[in-house]
């Protein structure tokens, strides 16, 4: 069996990943059996060949039975043919009450460091295996009304250890500027901390388990509204996998914030047609916060 690069990487991930839990041994190997004679083969060898029956003239051809039966339903199929379940998603209401109580205005900058601290060098899932070389935990003002979610670094974003520095950072700039704001006045994260490799999408057990640093953040920042950039992080701030056009143009909840989906920056340079409607969804964050964008030199 042979592996693409992209997955042989994986798969090395996760060998780690469980050789960091403890788990070292994956499999036995154990030599064939040598081959013995059975003793009815060597009584065979010795006695005379038996006589060949005569044939019986056939008088009448049987067709073969044919199984029309229904297929048998998913739950009475034997384990190793059943379909693995799809795990069950949670939104970040969900996941963890709602803090009762706000964090100062002034004590926010430490409250962040205390949660950056928590993280330390994490390697709690399998992303800490995939080759990172930061973990990538957020930047912007932490009493900011605004904060963007994305899905996760890529690899400007790896080796400078800030979220959207890249090209689709330089283009989430400009979307932030026309909104008549500036970068430093929002908070901008993402659902995994980590860069994937080969900046696939976060798998379900890396997502879930970086999410309890992002709702940490957000609990702390309370932001007004939350613009969740791209399906995967709509999937997990909002706990349900459903195709973007059927999210964006309406507002949602998370945290007691409200979240507008949009498309991510990462899309809008392959597609540039969607920008128009991206400017959309960021227009209706800007009557919510009651912004303008920048006059016209």
């Known amino acids: 069996m042979t592996y693409t690069p992209e997955a042989a990487a994986r798969l090395r991930a996760y060998v780690a990943y469980f050789r960091d839990l403890g788990v070292h041994e994956f499999y036995r190997w154990s030599e064939p059996a040598p081959q013995t004679q059975h003793a009815s083969a060597v009584i065979e060898q010795l006695m005379p060949p038996a006589p060949v029956p005569t044939p019986v003239p056939v008088t009448a051809v049987t067709a073969p039975e044919i199984d029309d039966r229904e297929p048998q339903p998913a739950q009475m199929l034997p384990p190793e043919l059943r379909e693995p379940p799809i795990p069950k998603l949670y939104s970040f209401d969900e996941l963890v009450p709602l803090p009762t109580t706000t964090v100062p205005a002034a004590d926010r900058p430490a409250a962040m460091k205390l949660i950056q601290d928590e993280i330390g060098d994490c390697t709690r899932c399998p992303l800490a295996y995939g080759g990172r070389r930061k973990i990538v935990f957020a930047d912007g003002d932490p009493n900011a009304t605004l904060m963007f979610v994305g899905e996760g670094p890529g690899a400007d974003e790896d080796a400078q250890g800030l979220p959207f520095v890249g090209k689709a950072g330089q283009l989430l700039n400009n979307m932030i500027t026309a909104m008549g704001i500036k970068r430093e006045q929002v908070y901008i994260a993402n659902i995994v901390k980590c860069r994937p490799p080969a900046n696939r999408t976060p798998e379900y057990v ?88 920048p006059e016209k030199q």
């Open 206 to 293: 890396e997502a879930t388990t970086c999410s309890q640093f992002l709702i940490k953040q957000i609990d702390v920042v309370q932001p007004k509204v939350i613009v969740a950039l791209g399906s995967t992080a709509a999937t997990y701030l909002l706990g349900r996998k459903q195709a973007l056009a059927g999210l964006r143009g309406t507002w949602h909840q998370a945290r007691g914030a409200k979240v507008a989906v949009t498309y991510h920056p990462a899309f809008l340079l392959r597609d540039p047609r969607m920008k128009g409607e991206a400017w959309k969804d960021l227009q209706m964050v800007m009557r919510e916060l009651g912004l303008k964008p």
